[in-house]
């Protein structure tokens, strides 16, 4: 077997995420033939002596893939001081796996439970901008200009700005509605933040799907190991097509595309909205040029 990054073979091993396993070699935690491994250093797992806070790293002969429901009031943590039920406790040895699209204690749906590191890099980091899908009850009937604002991405209170999402009405709830909300991103709290933002409070939030595996009729504590199929396309870049019922992704029309065009035409000042005149010189931002 050929050398390997050791933040990799770590990954591998279900030790720790790539980022996580850094950590450790940088904290000196990590020993290779003996001496302290430094960050960029490389080893071959079936030659070399690789050990962890004491333990002797090896390869599983298989990994485990768990699709569980997290329901609402449960922590997605996997140690710490707090006495309250944590996700990792509704799995046999679930605390030696690693999680995959945390969700926030007031928040329920699909997360997926594994030892594979390298699948947890690929879920989990941005750079593959996996989607996310949720269904969202907010408590009131969202306008076209806030579901607009939503699409484009919204500026949050500490600054941040939100990516583009697909961001549609599913269905009316009384008073409010059922939200369809893909993303492409998931800060904690996101996406009660952006509503929250809006003006939309949330008073239910769930996650359906991750990449191309869905939450199906799960039922919240549930949990099921993925078949074959489903972890090959976790791993593929490409997820499996989305079944003939699922909602098609929104696409603006031509006046939603005419709105959020940050091109002027050619020859053409650029518009203005009253709205937000001086924004640019309060903040700093460059004139755009016609």
Wanted: zero cysteines; a positive charge; hydrophobic letters at 35%.
């Amino acid at each position: 077997m050929a050398e390997e990054r050791l933040q990799k073979i770590l990954a591998r091993a279900g030790i720790a995420s790539r980022r996580a396993s850094e950590d450790l070699i940088v904290a000196g935690r990590v020993m290779v033939n003996g001496k302290r491994a430094e960050l960029g250093s490389k080893a071959d797992v079936a030659k070399d002596h690789i050990v962890v806070d004491g333990n002797k790293v090896t390869l599983p002969h298989e990994f485990v893939y768990i699709a569980i429901y997290k329901p609402r009031g449960i922590l997605s943590t996997t140690a710490g001081p707090d006495p309250r039920q944590k996700i990792t406790d509704l799995v046999p040895d679930g605390h030696r796996l690693h999680m995959v699209g945390r969700l926030d204690k007031d928040s329920e749906g699909l997360m997926i439970l594994t030892s594979d590191g390298e699948l947890t890099q690929r879920l989990s980091h941005p750079r593959y901008e996996q989607e996310k899908e949720y269904r969202v009850l907010v408590a009131r009937k969202p306008d076209p200009e806030q579901l607009g604002a939503w699409r484009r991405g919204v500026v949050l209170p500490d600054g941040t700005r939100t990516r583009a999402a697909d961001v549609k009405i599913a269905e009316m709830k009384g008073k409010g509605a059922w939200l369809r909300v893909i993303m492409h991103e998931g800060h904690k709290r996101q996406i009660r933040e952006i509503a929250a933002t809006l003006g939309l409070p949330v008073a239910k939030l769930i996650r359906v799907r991750i990449a191309s595996l869905r939450l199906g009729k799960m039922q919240p504590a549930e949990w099921r190991h993925l078949d074959s199929d489903e972890v090959a396309a976790l791993k593929s870049e490409k997820p499996l097509p989305s079944p003939k019922h699922a909602a098609r992704s929104w696409k603006p029309n031509r006046s939603s595309r005419k709105a959020v065009s940050s091109k002027p035409r050619q020859g053409a000042p650029a518009r203005k909205s009253p709205s937000n005149k001086g924004l640019g010189q309060k903040r700093g931002f460059r004139k755009r040029r016609p």
